[in-house]
């Protein structure tokens, strides 16, 4: 089954996030390891991973307006031998995913 673990520390779960992030994202478009750890301790930013068993499967990256009703998914990505494998639509059906696009963002975490 698929749970959904927020991402709250430099731990084994932000080092099981940048392996998929590293794997997933075009370098182009990459942030440093260092900004992207940086967004786990900024109140603006939810990362998550995507975990079933004990393997991380996927993760996603949301940015959070103070103040407003709105999140931005700036990053969501599947670790490739789980593609194809409906991780995506079962991420969305997860209660932290839903909080996600919820007017209550700010409250999810």
């Known amino acids: ?3 959904l673990l927020p991402v709250i520390a430099l731990d084994q779960r932000f080092e099981a996030l940048y ?3 590293c794997e ?3 370098p182009r478009e990459q942030k440093s390891k260092v900004d992207l ?3 786990v301790s900024k109140s603006s930013y939810r990362l998550w991973l995507a975990q079933d068993d004990s393997n991380a499967v996927g993760f ?3 940015f959070v307006a103070s103040g407003e009703l709105f999140g931005l998914l700036e990053y969501i990505a599947v670790d490739k031998s789980y593609r194809g494998g409906g991780v995506v ?3 969305s059906r997860q209660p932290s995913a839903r909080c996600m696009d919820s007017m209550a963002l700010s409250r999810c975490w």
């Open 1 to 3: 089954m698929l749970r």
């Open 19 to 21: 392996a998929i992030y």
């Open 24 to 26: 997933s994202i075009s």
């Open 37 to 39: 750890a940086a967004m």
């Open 60 to 62: 996603s990256i949301v």
């Open 89 to 91: 639509q079962s991420y």
